[in-house]
């Protein structure tokens, strides 16, 4: 029997990011009563108090395109920088009319029968569908490799770095090369401050190209629509590590070659730190290389295009260096002038309130385009869920859309069981 003070609704999303309202906005659409639980006392709480000052949107305007309300302003090649992120996504709040409960966890979901039940610290929910709206990036993780630092070394993690100054006098190193590294890695370099990053797998990408921003080539080539069962890496697309790029001053190339030829110290991936001496991996090298083979491979598939379209295109004008700095096998942390490292090292997932069993052995959740083996459950959000844009403002109203219709749906097949 159902306890009289739980409120009940037809579906309860978990999550006010871009995806829990996008979900609510389709929701509203197919006249679904639904409710949003948002831990947070604030829509879109990471992208307010997770983003470093000068952070900017790495995929262009155009790109935003939330249901209901795509990117009207008039800058659709530039990059929204942090400010006009929030304040897109505010706007996307009052356009939605998302029925928001702020401040309420969802610190359990469970299921009985065919109904869910949802704990939070101050009320308790039923449900008959479930969007798990919160993506993947839960707790931001450090490599252990911290904690044989010495102890005047501050450790931040990329996700509460704000910019150089937070940071004690001396030189930076930044542990990773995904997005959020090579970017922070350049904003301290632009601020003047020498800098140490530890250069991990990560693929790069240009900018532009012959004239065009490659997004833009890539969307007219369509790869954009390459669903997840038609990619070449398959169930390992949602795990690869995203290009380094940046949309910084209207968008520019990330070349860790061209850091170094500036005075940026590169090494291999941290490989362990004892007694404050770090070692890295002998694999610099073959990082480099493999970002400028990805690189070269998206160029190539462009110029494919261009010539068996016979597009008039100027000439590719992006800077190429092969310059490779020498190996540094370990750098003596006690005495040297490093005072900080920032960790862009990634977050691990933490779905430890969702009582169900629909998890793999690595904790990733099973799903189809959103849709779990538990009826009546769902995920939206998620990198790769079924195209690249999935987890980004492009695609991911599509699979609002998509999970709506599934769940109006599952209410007809219910009332004509």
Not at 240 to 246: D, R, S
Not at 314 to 340: T, V
Request: charged share 20%; hydrophobic share 35%.
């Amino acid at each position: 029997m159902t306890n009289p003070d739980t409120l009940h609704y037809s579906s309860i999303i978990i999550g006010a990011g871009q995806a829990g309202l996008a979900m609510s906005y389709c929701l509203s659409q197919q006249q679904i009563d639904h409710l949003v639980l948002e831990k947070s006392d604030c829509i879109a709480p990471n992208w307010r108090r997770q983003r470093w000052d000068s952070f900017c949107l790495v995929t262009p305007n155009w790109q935003c395109q939330l249901p209901g309300m795509h990117y009207q302003g008039d800058d659709p090649n530039g990059f929204m920088v942090k400010d006009e992120i929030i304040e897109y996504l505010d706007m996307y709040y009052e356009h939605s009319k998302a029925p928001v409960r702020f401040n309420s966890p969802a610190t359990s979901v469970e299921k009985r029968g065919n109904r869910f039940y949802i704990t939070t610290p101050k009320q308790n929910y039923s449900a008959d569908h479930v969007i798990v709206a919160c993506g993947s990036y839960h707790k931001p993780h450090i490599l252990p490799q911290a904690a044989a630092m010495p102890d005047h070394i501050q450790h931040i993690h990329s996700s509460n770095y704000r910019n150089a100054e937070q940071l004690p006098e001396g030189e930076v190193m930044v542990v990773g090369t995904g997005q959020s590294g090579s970017q922070i890695a350049e904003d301290l370099h632009l601020k003047g401050r020498t800098v140490h990053l530890c250069v991990g797998t990560a693929p790069r990408v240009n900018r532009r190209y012959r004239g065009k921003d490659v997004v833009n080539w890539l969307d007219e080539m369509h790869y954009y629509e390459t669903t997840i069962d038609k990619h070449p890496e398959g169930a390992n697309a949602p795990h690869a590590t995203n290009h380094y790029v940046t949309g910084r001053d209207g968008g520019r190339d990330i070349n860790l070659r061209v850091f170094a030829e500036q005075g940026m110290h590169l090494y291999g991936r941290l490989k362990h730190c004892r007694d404050g001496i770090i070692e890295f991996n002998d694999d610099l090298a073959n990082n480099l290389a493999y970002a400028d083979k990805v690189a070269a491979r998206i160029r190539d598939s462009i110029e494919r295009y261009i010539q068996e379209n016979k597009i008039d295109a100027p000439a590719d004008e992006n800077i190429h260096s092969n310059y490779l700095p020498a190996h540094c096998a370990q750098i003596d942390m006690n005495h040297g002038k490093i005072s900080a490292v920032v960790w862009a090292t990634g977050f691990t997932t933490d779905y430890s309130w969702l009582k169900l069993g629909v998890f793999n052995e690595k904790g990733n959740p099973l799903q189809n385009r959103g849709i779990s083996p538990e009826r009546g459950l769902y995920f939206l959000g998620l990198n790769w869920m079924n195209t690249w844009g999935s987890g980004r403002f492009y695609h991911v109203g599509r699979d609002a859309e998509y999970i709506a219709n599934a769940i109006t749906l599952n209410q007809h097949q219910a009332i004509t069981a």
